[in-house]
């Protein structure tokens, strides 16, 4: 008994290793910073939840990636480099680049087509597995 409350404690006391590559969504700020290797490289703007909707708060990973995805829930609007991590939940490009910065999406976390390319990208080399989405109020 005495051995597994010790093995308990030393694997509670693992640091426990830290994604590869990690994307935080500020709700409040309505900004996505990208971390790589424990490195910032990106700051860029983001348009998540309008009023009425919600954005989910947590901490997730990349479930489905689609390079272009068309929306069964909002008259096929396109979603290009879509990057699932909630049911129907996604970061992804958006043709409303005038409306980064501010809560204009129907849920999903909405990016400058560019910037949703390099994230795709990213994921890619990197893996989903080693990849963290952390959305915070």
């Known amino acids: 008994m005495m051995r597994c409350a010790l093995a308990l404690l030393l694997l509670l006391a693992w640091p426990a ?16 910073t990208v971390v790589f290797g424990g490195e910032v490289i990106h700051h860029w703007p983001v348009s998540t939840a309008r009023a009425g ?26 979603m290009p480099f879509s990057m ?26 909405r990016l400058h087509p560019d910037n949703a390319e390099t994230l795709y990208s990213l994921i890619q080399q990197v893996g989903r597995s080693e990849t963290l989405i952390e959305i915070v109020e």
């Open 17 to 32: 290793q830290a994604a590869q590559l990690e994307a935080r969504i500020d709700l409040s700020d309505q900004e996505m």
């Open 53 to 78: 909707k919600f954005t989910p708060t947590g901490l997730f990973h990349i479930q489905v990636m689609k390079r272009m995805h068309y929306s069964t829930l909002y008259n096929n609007a396109p």
């Open 84 to 109: 699932f991590f909630y049911g129907n939940f996604a970061i992804h490009g958006t043709t409303q680049i005038d409306l980064l910065g501010t809560p204009a999406s129907a849920g999903c976390v």
